[in-house]
């Protein structure tokens, strides 16, 4: 595979490739690294290497890759997403959960701020509130595609695990590109040990 060794952008989806698809996260390091020195303003690119860390469960390391994302783009979404997330698994439940409000008040269309709300609400205990969530994402689906993933997760967080895998089965029938982030993302985690989930993977394609 040759890229140019000009372009941050093909650099970081090849990055991306290797620690998504493949599981390499020292090689995908080293070909992020390399966009950013060709673009070191760059957000996404700060963002991103947050989240290899993120979803390594690097928690600690990711911090700075996302508050350094912020600092060259404070409205970068998925930057104060994952810190949300982040904040969550660290057990800061209330600044989590105000973070993630936030986003849903900016973004209230999009199904990736309302579940990771809902997901927030079911694991902590608030479940009357996470099925709010799931009931508005229904509302949304008449007037936009909300992928099955979003119910995924909010099922997961509620701890209903068989039908946290009945949408994500859906969700590999419809290629949804949630399914990319099967295998490494931190909210997803307490499906690990179900048989269903990693016969998933294995459907999917990645080998555990």
Not at 115 to 144: C, N, P
Not at 156 to 166: P, R, V
Request: charged fraction near 25%; avoid cysteine; aromatic fraction near 14%.
């Amino acid at each position: 595979l040759e890229l140019s060794p000009n372009s941050s952008l093909a650099l970081d989806a090849y990055a991306n490739f290797l620690f998504l698809a493949q599981g390499k996260f020292n090689e995908a390091f080293t070909e992020l690294k390399k966009a950013q020195t060709l673009d070191p303003l760059s957000a996404a690119l700060y963002s991103d290497l947050g989240v290899f860390y993120y979803m390594s469960s690097k928690m600690d390391q990711a911090i700075p890759s996302f508050r350094k994302a912020l600092e060259l783009d404070s409205n970068f979404f998925w930057a104060h997403l994952n810190l949300a997330y982040i904040n969550l698994f660290k057990g800061d439940t209330i600044k989590a959960l105000d973070e993630f409000q936030t986003l849903v008040k900016l973004n209230p269309s999009s199904p990736y701020s309302q579940q990771a709300l809902g997901y927030a609400y079911g694991i902590s205990g608030y479940r009357d509130k996470a099925k709010e969530v799931l009931s508005y994402l229904d509302k949304l689906a008449i007037t936009r595609y909300i992928p099955p993933s979003a119910k995924a997760y909010i099922y997961t967080g509620l701890g209903e695990k068989d039908t946290a895998l009945d949408y994500l089965d859906k969700a590999y029938e419809e290629r949804d590109i949630e399914m990319m982030f099967l295998n490494v993302d931190p909210p997803l985690f307490p499906l690990r040990s179900e048989p269903r989930f990693l016969a998933l993977l294995k459907k999917v394609g990645f080998n555990n």
